[in-house]
C-alpha cells in the first residue's frame, strides 16, 4: 500500500459564516516526494464542517486503498475517530445521547465509508503552533473562506435534502 500523509484545516469567519478547508497530500511516488494541494470554500458553514470536508477530499482524492496518517488540530475529529464516537453515533441513528442529534452526519457517513477503504491513522497537532503542514493547510483553508464565488454547503443550508436520519 502507498503511504500518504494527508495535513488538514477547516476555517470559518463566524461560526457560522463563510468557510473553506484545506489539505495537502504528501507521497512517495517513484522514488520522487509529492505534494497536492486542496482548498475549497462555501458562502455558509461551520468551522467543523471545514474541519471534516478537508479531511474527506484529502481521502476521496486518493485512487487506491492507502495507509494514510492524517494531522489535523481539531479535537472534534481526532477524538471523534480515535475514540470511537463517530462509529457510535451511527450506530445510534446519529444520535449522540437520547436526547442529542449527532452533528453533521452527512460528513461523518462519508468520513465513515472512507474509513473502510483506507488504512488512516488520526494524529492530533497544536494548531498556530509552528508546524509547515498544518500552516499551509491553514493558508489554504483561509484563503478558500476569502474567495469571490463561494459554493453552496448543502449539508449545511438544506440539510433536510441529505439527512441520513
Known amino acids: ?31 520522487r516526494d509529492n505534494a497536492k494541494e486542496l482548498s475549497g470554500g462555501f458562502r455558509k458553514t461551520t468551522n467543523n464542517r471545514m474541519e471534516l470536508l478537508a479531511v474527506i477530499s484529502g481521502l476521496e482524492t486518493l485512487k487506491a486503498p492507502c ?16 475514540k470511537g464516537w463517530a462509529r457510535r453515533w451511527k450506530a445510534n441513528g446519529w444520535r449522540r445521547n437520547k436526547k442529542e442529534k449527532a452533528v453533521n452526519p452527512d460528513l461523518w457517513e462519508r468520513l465513515l465509508n472512507l474509513l473502510k477503504i483506507h488504512d488512516v491513522e488520526f494524529r492530533w497537532v497544536k494548531g498556530h503552533a509552528g508546524n509547515e503542514g498544518n500552516e499551509r493547510a491553514d493558508a489554504l483553508a483561509v484563503a478558500a473562506a476569502n474567495s469571490d464565488d463561494l459554493a453552496i454547503d448543502e449539508g449545511y443550508e438544506t440539510p433536510s435534502a441529505h439527512a441520513l436520519i
Do not use: H, W
Not at 500523509?5 to 497530500?25: F, Q, R, V
Not at 495507509?67 to 475517530?81: H, K, N, P, W
Open 1 to 31: 500500500m502507498k503511504k500518504v500523509t494527508i495535513y488538514t484545516d477547516g476555517a470559518c469567519s463566524g461560526n457560522p459564516g463563510p468557510g473553506g478547508y484545506g489539505a495537502i497530500l504528501q507521497y512517495r511516488d517513484n522514488y
Open 67 to 82: 495507509e494514510v496518517t492524517i494531522f489535523s488540530d481539531s479535537r472534534y475529529i481526532v477524538d471523534a475517530v480515535n
